[in-house]
């Protein structure tokens, strides 16, 4: 069953005098257990793309369906509780909580329904999974950019979502860390059956997932293996053709 | 030309057959290279002729092997490098390597065309970008990465081939990064017709 579903997702804004489409047309379907790695340049719509599907900001055209039901038609307050509870986003700019440790960041999804002794343990636990157990007794301006982004993934994986959005997580880790946070990845992929969608500047980024995509000024490009029969569908550039015959 | 030099470096390796060598060929350099398999037999004439690799007789205590047969029943021939073969190995691994022109077809494409081309152009960057995504997607999930490399001591086979493997990474992501900025130029010249007047007479 599909548990993310993009269709037709189309996003404008102004920039200036003139209007951006950061997203055109996007068709995505994402089961539970898959590993879809987007790999886009720098103003490509990325970004826009995960905060889209994590229904922050909502589409000007289109549809975003979580687990069979139309983000835009569960209220506000719904659209958050899905961000602290089945959704789970690790963003480039590495969020933080003001006023709380670094453990206690990564333990706060789950202060609610455990103790906070337990909640600690399982944040130490995460930590060391995402390979920086240093950073639990850390404060966060001696966290490397790195150790950041892996705090923010232990973060987001703490709470067991369903679907994590990963904008990005393989940014500023070497190549050893690099491979250890996609380990991680795909193994939360593989084996707790969370559908995954991360995007990747680059192609060594992307292989280990289990689909590969590539987003260019708004647009996906999906490998024939993804298309289940259908051409690949660019309607301006049919519609442009058209103009200039 | 260097497909000469990569049979007589698996046969410097260990003897082998023609088949053999196609297989080892493959797995050890990869799907990338599309090595047309007659290559290999044409590479082992050339071989033969220069002396630098025989095919194995009786005499050699090889007996059993050659005696095996192909599929179609002719006597399948193993070959070994000779003293010399080794020696002219061990010279092409010291020599510098040439590099090949860039040769795609988009490039002709693109250098032949007009302004009027330019929707359809666009669209075949989208293609080429899309065939890039599927060369790649036979390196999902692949066998080794750096990582497990870095983190044990693999045989070197293994650390070579993820080297070539990377080689191939490495230039569909130059690609694709190519495609994406060729199209945004011709985007940008797209929507402003005045720039694409004809040359000059």
Redesign the interface.
């Known amino acids: 069953m599909t548990l993310l579903s993009l269709a037709g997702v189309t996003k404008r804004f102004a920039r200036g005098y003139r209007e951006v489409e950061a997203l055109a047309g996007i068709d995505l379907d994402v089961e539970p257990g898959d590993f879809v790695a987007i790999w886009g340049g720098s103003r490509s719509g990325k970004t826009t793309l995960l905060r889209v599907a994590a229904g922050i900001e909502a589409p000007d055209a289109g549809s975003v369906t979580f687990d069979s039901k139309d983000l835009a038609s569960r209220s506000r307050r719904d659209r958050a509780r899905l961000l602290l509870t089945d959704i789970g986003c690790v963003w480039q700019t590495g969020r933080i909580t003001r006023g709380l440790s670094v453990l206690d960041h990564v333990a706060l999804p789950r202060f609610k329904e455990r103790a906070h002794a337990q909640a600690r343990r399982e944040a130490h636990e995460m930590l060391e999974r995402v390979g920086t157990p240093q950073a639990a007794t850390a404060r966060w301006h001696e966290l490397t950019d790195g150790e950041r982004t892996r705090v923010a993934l232990a973060h987001a994986l703490i709470r067991r979502p369903r679907l994590l959005l990963a904008d990005e997580p393989t940014a500023n880790l070497n190549m050893i860390e690099r491979e250890q946070v996609l380990g991680v990845l795909r193994s939360v992929a593989d084996e707790a059956g969370v559908a995954i969608v991360m995007t990747a500047p680059d192609a060594p980024n992307l292989l280990q997932s289990h689909r590969l995509m590539s987003l260019d000024g708004g647009r996906l490009i999906k490998p024939r293996s993804e298309q289940r029969g259908t051409l690949i569908d660019f309607p301006d550039i049919g519609e442009r053709a058209k103009r200039s015959r | 030309m260097s497909v000469k030099y990569a049979v007589l470096g698996l046969l410097a390796q260990r003897r082998g057959y023609g088949y053999d060598l196609v297989q080892r060929f493959e797995e050890q350099v990869g799907p990338a290279w599309q090595l047309n398999a007659g290559a290999i037999y044409v590479a082992l004439d050339k071989l033969e002729q220069e002396g630098l690799v025989r095919p194995l007789t009786p005499e050699d205590g090889a007996a059993p092997a050659t005696r095996r047969r192909t599929a179609r029943g002719a006597p399948r021939v193993i070959y070994e490098a000779t003293p010399e073969g080794l020696e002219r190995f061990e010279d092409w691994m010291a020599t510098g390597s040439s590099m090949s022109p860039l040769r795609e077809e988009l490039h002709l494409k693109l250098a032949l065309s007009q302004p009027?081309n330019?929707?359809?152009l666009?669209?075949l960057t989208?293609?080429q970008?899309?065939a890039c995504?599927?060369r790649?997607?036979q390196?999902?999930?692949?066998a080794a990465?750096?990582?497990?490399l870095?983190?044990s001591t693999p045989p070197w086979s293994v650390v070579a081939s993820v080297m070539v493997r990377?080689a191939e990474?490495?230039h569909?992501?130059a690609t694709?990064?190519w495609l994406?900025r060729i199209?945004?130029a011709m985007?940008w010249l797209?929507e402003r017709p005045q720039a694409l007047r004809p040359p000059l007479r």
């Open positions: 009027r330019l929707p359809r666009i669209e989208y293609e970008e899309q995504l599927e790649l997607e390196h999902l999930g692949g990465s750096f990582e497990e870095l983190s990377d990474i490495a569909l992501q694709v990064e994406r199209r945004e985007r797209q």
